[in-house]
């Protein structure tokens, strides 16, 4: 499992490759803290190359939300599939969250 960040203005586009779980969430809250410290506004996290998300790890999506909320910004989750959407819908953090297929539909819908 590992985290990228890429950074274009006040976008901060983070990369989940494995697992969101409880031994990783924090490394992954810190790195998306650090860059809406920085002035990152919009969030899009990708889990295109991940399948997994436990409980802890969708606390920390819930946390994330609300600290970006209050800094005016929003976070955005693209690139779930199936079973992770179906986890989302089942949960109703579908909306909580808002849902893209891809980076680039997140970021149009700026």
């Given at each position: 499992m590992s985290f990228s960040l890429e950074r274009m203005d006040d976008i901060a586009i983070v990369t989940v490759d494995g697992q969101l779980v409880v031994t990783n969430r924090q490394e992954f809250k810190q790195t998306i803290l650090d860059a809406v410290e920085q002035g990152a506004r919009l969030v899009v996290v990708d889990f295109t190359?991940?399948?997994?998300?436990?409980?802890?790890?969708?606390?920390?999506?819930?946390?994330?939300?609300?600290?970006?909320?209050?800094?005016?910004g929003d976070l955005r989750l693209v690139g779930l599939n199936e079973d992770l959407r179906t986890l989302f819908e089942l949960t109703r953090l579908d909306a909580l969250f808002p849902l893209y297929a891809t980076?680039?539909?997140a970021l149009a819908a700026r």
């Open positions: 190359t991940s399948g997994y998300i436990d409980s802890s790890g969708l606390g920390a999506l819930v946390s994330l939300s609300r600290r970006l909320r209050d800094a005016g980076r680039a539909d």
